[in-house]
């Protein structure tokens, strides 16, 4: 990688244009975990949780914030989404979220899978947050991507 893609000759921060590259089938997965008291991972789904069906409620909002990712960070394209997957499995003292983002279109669905990762999280951490403050949401990362003209990349 020579140079950032995301800023003109001048340093300016622009949109990159990708009109000139082919639309192909792109697929990008992202992980994180919200790290919590194991106390706090028994209460998930259990008629304790004060506000619902905490895993429900966070594939939900991964899967809304995907679509609106495009809004929320500034040089991001607006993409046609094909597919959204979000994944949450307890563990003795964390949620793991895994997301899978597939389009067919120029540019690929990384932040789209980022996003949905940080806002289940996020969610998690509101629904949770009057029983255990002290949770942190971590490792939020691309794992893995394929498609487009980088080609293929997986996180070892």
Do not use: N
């Amino acid at each position: 990688m020579s140079r950032l893609t995301h800023l003109d000759e001048t340093g300016a921060a622009r949109m990159v244009d990708v009109s000139p590259k082919p639309q192909t089938v792109r697929e990008a997965v992202a992980r994180g975990c919200v790290r919590m008291r194991p106390e706090t991972v028994a209460l998930i789904g259990g008629p304790q949780a004060a506000k619902g069906d905490v895993l429900a409620a966070a594939r939900i909002a991964g899967i809304m914030a995907a679509k609106r990712t495009a809004e929320l960070i500034p040089l991001c394209h607006s993409l046609l989404l094909d597919s959204v997957t979000l994944e949450l499995s307890l563990a003795a003292e964390a949620v793991e979220i895994e997301a899978t983002v597939r389009t067919t279109g120029r540019t690929g669905a990384e932040m789209e899978a980022l996003t949905a990762v940080s806002v289940a999280g996020l969610t998690i951490y509101d629904m949770l947050k009057a029983v255990d403050r002290g949770m942190r949401i971590e490792a939020v990362r691309l794992v893995r991507k394929s498609g487009g003209k980088s080609g293929d990349f997986s996180q070892p």
